[in-house]
Structures are given as C-alpha cells and as structure tokens.
T-cell receptor
C-alpha cells in the first residue's frame, strides 16, 4: 500500500455513459498525476497538477476527459460519453519531492 | 524527452543476477535515468534513479557508463516475486515538475 487510494477499483459501464474516478493522494504531496494504461503497454501520461493548478495536459486528454483537483487535495477524472476505446486502467500518482507513488488504479471496462 | 529502448522480455532462474539494459542514445545533459517496477493490477513502483557511474540501494544497482547512452539495472539473486515488468525512463530529476514517459518495459519472468 503506497498511501495513494483510488476509487472505484473497477467500473463497468455502457458506451455513452459518464464515469468519474477519484484519487486521494498522500496528504502532504502537492503533485498529482493521472496516467492511462492499456494491456501490454506502459502507462501513458494524461495530466498533472501542482496543488490545485492543472499545469499540463496530454493530447490524449480529449474534450470528453476532464480532471479537477479542488483545494489541492483529492482529484477526480471524469470521462463523458465513454467509448470502447476508453477501456483501460486509470492510474493516479502523487509526489512531494522525488519519486512518484502510484495507486492501484481504477479499471474501466466500456461495453 | 529522450526515447528509451529495452528488451521486450527476459527469463531467469531464482538466485541468479539479472541485468536489464536500456538504450537512450539522445539523453540530454540534465536528464536522469529512473527505473520502475510494475506487478499485474498494480501501479508502478520506484526502484532506483541515477545520473552517472553507479548507484546502489537495498534492492538494485544501476550502472551508467561515461557516455550515458545506456544504463543497466542489476537485480541481485532474483526470486519468484521479482517477476514483473521493469520500465526505464529518462528525464529530468524527479523533484522537478515534469511528466514521466513510460515505454513498453521489459517483462522479467523468474522461474524456480
């Protein structure tokens, strides 16, 4: 257990539905990252927060994706109008100084 | 960010030393080399980071030649629990604000 928790761990949804994932980082960590990982591939960067400010977004993060980190604590990643291609593991990581601590991820299956 | 190349997979036996080499020909002067380990259905976990020569911690060693165009992660006396995917990443030191770029990694299988 790294101290980074993600919820839910598994989500099955139908195409076109909206889903939201939550990440609770280690409390003193001001940096928070979202990654997406598909089977057999390494994690792909989605977005990065420093405190409550979203400083960087990948081109992978289409208009259907939005992430927030109100008050610089927990973060949410919402996917609107899900598509089958969104099926993946969504990983959250946090850091203060140094290494990133990853959560165990939220696995999304879009039917 | 420099691109890395590493073997897709490796096999080993319990008790052996495993060396995984990563190529990063266009590494920049201020780039660091970092290795992560990932087990199935878990997030990656930091193993080691280095800039040049040799770095050792309680789980691994990292060897970096003078030209820094490659690096080798060394796992001494592997056990079955070391079966995992290992990622080599090159980029700025981790305490700066930047995104880590993961490749496809090396799948290490440790056999009894």
């Amino acid at each position: 257990d790294t101290g980074v928790s993600q919820d839910p761990r598994h989500k099955i949804t139908k195409r076109g539905q909206n889903v939201t994932f939550r990440c609770d980082p280690i409390s003193e960590h001001n940096r928070l990252y979202w990654y997406r990982q598909t089977l057999g591939q390494g994690p792909e960067f989605l977005t990065y927060f420093q405190n409550e400010a979203q400083l960087e977004k990948s081109r992978l993060l289409s208009d259907r994706f939005s992430a927030e980190r109100p008050k610089g604590s927990f973060s949410t990643l919402e996917i609107q109008r899900t598509e089958q291609g969104d099926s993946a593991m969504y990983l959250c990581a946090s850091a203060r100084v140094g290494e990133l601590f990853f959560g165990e991820g939220s696995r999304l299956t879009v039917l | 960010l420099a691109k890395t190349t590493q073997p897709i997979s490796m096999d080993s036996y319990e008790g052996q030393e495993v060396n995984i080499t990563c190529s990063h020909n266009n590494i920049a002067t201020n780039d660091y080399i970092t290795w992560y380990q990932q087990f199935p259905s878990q997030g990656p976990r930091f193993i080691i980071q280095g800039y040049k020569t040799k770095v050792t911690n309680e789980v691994a060693s990292l060897f970096i030649p003078a030209d820094r165009k490659s690096s080798t992660l060394s796992l001494p006396r592997v056990s079955l629990s070391d079966t995992a995917v290992y990622y080599c990443l090159v980029g700025l030191r981790m305490d700066s604000s930047y995104k880590l770029i993961f490749g496809s990694g090396t799948r290490l299988l440790v056999r009894p």
